[in-house]
């Protein structure tokens, strides 16, 4: 099972625009925490689809394409 991370996306946000991105993606999401944010953009919780598809508008506004970052889990052994 895959890992689904927008950090790649998150990187190429300007300096100038990462809290306004941030805060988009919370109120898009409905994430009241910073912690829950950070949850989802490492990939610790994993967005559904509708969600995908709201994080993938607010990138899209700042220009940024390239969003996901996909990792195998490591299997704890």
Same mark, same amino acid.
């Given at each position: 099972?895959?890992?689904?991370?927008?950090? *790649?996306?998150?990187?190429?946000?300007?300096?100038?625009?990462?809290?306004?991105?941030?805060?988009?993606?919370?109120?898009?999401?409905?994430?009241?925490?910073? $912690?829950?944010?950070?949850?989802?953009?490492?990939?610790?919780?994993?967005?559904?689809?509708?969600?995908? *598809?709201?994080?993938?508008?607010?990138?899209?506004?700042?220009?940024?394409?390239?969003?996901?970052?996909?990792? *195998?889990? $490591?299997?704890?052994?």
């Amino acid at each position: 099972m895959g890992k689904m991370s927008f950090k *790649k996306g998150y990187g190429q946000v300007k300096y100038k625009d990462l809290s306004a991105v941030r805060d988009e993606i919370m109120e898009a999401l409905e994430i009241g925490s910073l $912690q829950a944010f950070r949850n989802r953009m490492n990939g610790d919780v994993e967005p559904k689809v509708s969600e995908q *598809k709201e994080i993938e508008r607010v990138f899209n506004k700042y220009g940024i394409k390239e969003i996901w970052d996909k990792k *195998k889990r $490591q299997s704890k052994k």
